[in-house]
């Protein structure tokens, strides 16, 4: 069963705006991390946060984690074209070892 | 570095025909990884490796799927005999702590 399940399934804005995406997930984890595909290709590492942060950024990326909620979000900001893709949340087992993703969300970003 | 590389990129097979998928690991990452993406059931984690070693196949769908890794640079993925619901696209992953770096992945159409 899926570990994590992004909201909204997809999601469709237009250049400039902020395009934020959560992610719910079950069991306690060691870290949660987020990726990119585009589609086609493989899927691309965005961001990891760990267990004990609760902000973190990089670029235009901000990725928030509530453990007490089981919940992340990714937000997108001045979005572009070039950021439409699939955006998924992936958890860990408690051990680090292997991942398991969420069903994605699925940003359209329009001219 | 060329990244992780998985071949073919597509893959048409009849039905009760063997297929082998081939993944090539980044150079010193400690981890591989198979995921299967279908549209319903999403990324499943099939079977990861550390160290060359097995750790977890219990996602690996029935006795007719099996992988090896005989070194650290090359794994790969055989299905005997395959059927058509085996069609989906096939990923190999690696990673040496955290964050996976996927392949492009290849597309197994069973007909």
């Known amino acids: 069963s899926q570990q994590g399940e992004e909201d909204p399934q997809a999601l469709s804005i237009q250049e400039g705006e902020n395009a934020t995406m959560n992610c719910s997930y079950k069991?306690?984890?060691?870290?949660l991390q987020w990726y990119r595909q585009n589609s086609g290709r493989g899927l691309v590492h965005l961001i990891l946060?760990?267990?004990?942060?609760r902000e973190k950024h990089s670029g235009r990326l901000r990725v928030t984690l509530d453990t007490s909620k089981k919940s992340s979000s990714l937000l997108i900001t001045a979005s572009r074209a070039a950021d439409t893709a699939s955006y998924f949340c992936?958890?860990?087992?408690?051990?680090?070892?292997?991942?398991?993703f969420g069903t994605g969300t699925r940003l359209q970003v329009t001219l | 570095d060329a990244g992780v590389i998985q071949s073919p990129r597509h893959e048409v097979t009849e039905m009760g025909q063997e297929v082998t998928l081939r993944c090539k690991p980044i150079?010193?990452?400690?981890?591989l990884f198979w995921y299967r993406q279908t549209m319903m059931r999403g990324l499943e984690l099939l079977i990861y490796?550390?160290?060359?070693?097995?750790?977890?196949d219990s996602g690996m769908p029935e006795d007719r799927f099996s992988a090896k890794m005989p070194n650290a640079s090359f794994s790969t993925l055989k299905i005997q005999p395959s059927e058509p619901r085996d069609s989906a696209v096939y990923f190999c992953?690696?990673?040496?702590?955290?964050?996976?770096?996927f392949g492009s992945g290849t597309r197994l159409t069973v007909v």
């Open positions: 946060i760990r267990s004990n942060e």
């Open positions: 150079s010193g990452h400690n981890s």
């Open positions: 992953a690696s990673s040496l702590n955290y964050g996976y770096t």
């Open positions: 069991t306690s984890i060691n870290n």
């Open positions: 992936a958890t860990d087992d408690g051990t680090a070892s292997k991942l398991t």
């Open positions: 490796f550390n160290n060359n070693v097995p750790i977890d």
